[in-house]
């Protein structure tokens, strides 16, 4: 019995020993890694992807009114002062005084911003002047481009250069030339107040010489106060 059962036990171990080979190279044909530690690495995150084809900028346009006149400018409207298509109606009042010099100037106008803060204006200016005792009227044609540069939702400062016909009776007719700076104030819904120093030059005075005729630029200065409406 011992031996038997000794004989038994001996072949089971031996059969467990043999067995223990093809055991461990079932596993290695099913994972080579068995048995080894394999540490698990996180993916990285990648940078997003950038594109290096950077777009040309616009160049700096000045964008013309697309209707041509625009209507309901002013407080309430569609269309603020200065914007292109806006249409400014009115005039402005000068007065000079000076020893021996005198100067009265009434010059109703009519603007069109064809840009944005960009006006060209007709002007008509009626002048008198007495110096020394002695008058004289003289008229003036304009046509006036102006800038008008805004300062806050109700105030703009511009500058504008008018050039164009001068006429007197005793000079007749001669070359005009009135560059102004000045201010827009915007007064109620469509209101527009305008104060502005000018300078006026004209060349239709006639000095007879020994040599003949030459024109005499006649130089004034002045101040005015113009008060417009736009729609």
Excluded at 65 to 74: H, P, R
Excluded at 150 to 171: I, N, R
């Amino acid at each position: 019995m011992k031996l038997s059962n000794g004989l038994s036990i001996g072949g089971i171990g031996i059969a467990a020993l043999l067995a223990m080979p093809g055991i461990a190279s079932a596993e290695e044909t099913k994972s080579p890694l068995a048995g080894r530690h394999v540490a698990q690495v996180a993916p990285q995150n990648l940078p997003p992807p950038q594109s290096f084809n950077q777009p040309q900028p616009q160049p700096a346009a000045i964008q013309g009114a697309s209707s041509g006149v625009t209507e309901q400018a002013g407080v309430g409207g569609t269309q603020a002062y200065g914007r292109a298509g806006v249409l400014e109606l009115g005039g402005s009042f000068g007065f000079s005084k000076a020893p021996s010099f005198t100067q009265l100037n009434v010059s109703p106008s009519i603007g069109w911003f064809f840009a944005d803060n960009l006006e060209l204006s007709g002007i008509i200016s009626a002048n008198y002047v007495d110096t020394g005792g002695q008058g004289s009227t003289y008229m003036n044609f304009l046509a006036e481009p102006s800038y008008h540069i805004p300062m806050t939702d109700k105030l703009f400062a511009f500058v504008g250069v008018g050039a164009g016909l001068g006429y007197s009776k005793v000079g007749g007719a001669g070359f005009a030339l009135a560059p102004r700076v000045g201010l827009n104030i915007l007064i109620g819904r469509s209101g527009v107040l305008t104060p502005a120093f000018n300078v006026t030059y004209n060349t239709n005075q006639a000095v007879q010489t020994p040599q003949g005729t030459l024109l005499a630029v006649n130089t004034s200065y002045g101040a005015s106060a113009g008060y417009t409406v736009m729609w």
